[in-house]
Nanobody, 123 residues
Framework: QVQLLESGGGLVQTGGSLRLSCATS????????MGWFRQAPGKEREFVAF???????YYSDSVKGRFAISRDNAKNTVYLQMNSLKPEDTAVYYC?????????????????WGQGTQVTVSS
């Protein structure tokens, strides 16, 4: 059973930075596509970024140029570096993994999810 555990969330001021980590276990991380999603109160879960097993990355327009996704296959961990944070980035951030298919923006395509980590950006 694949397990994902996010960490690194917290409270930060506008313009600040945070680095989220998602440690995985129980699967073949190096062959998995990984995604980050977020859900703000009262809103639908939305795509943030993905990284394919080969390292291809893609970002939502709302975070492009501010966030960076990366992976360390030796540590079975995916990261999300978040810079120039804005109040509208406030949400619970989830990582997700997909084995057997390409990385995608569709949340329904991912097989496993973490429990989420809260990111709050104060104005």
């Amino acid at each position: 059973q694949v397990q994902l555990l996010e960490s690194g969330g917290g409270l930060v001021q506008t313009g600040g930075s945070l680095r989220l980590s998602c440690a995985t276990s129980g699967g073949t991380f190096s062959r998995s596509a990984m995604g980050w999603f977020r859900q703000a109160p009262g809103k639908e879960r939305e795509f943030v970024a993905f990284i394919g097993s080969g390292g291809t990355t893609y970002y939502s327009d709302s975070v492009k140029g501010r966030f960076a996704i990366s992976r360390d296959n030796a540590k079975n961990t995916v990261y999300l570096q978040m810079n120039s944070l804005k109040p509208e980035d406030t949400a619970v951030y989830y990582c997700a993994s997909r084995l057997g298919g390409p990385a995608t923006v569709r949340s329904s395509a991912y097989d496993y999810w973490g429990q989420g980590t809260q990111v709050t950006v104060s104005s």
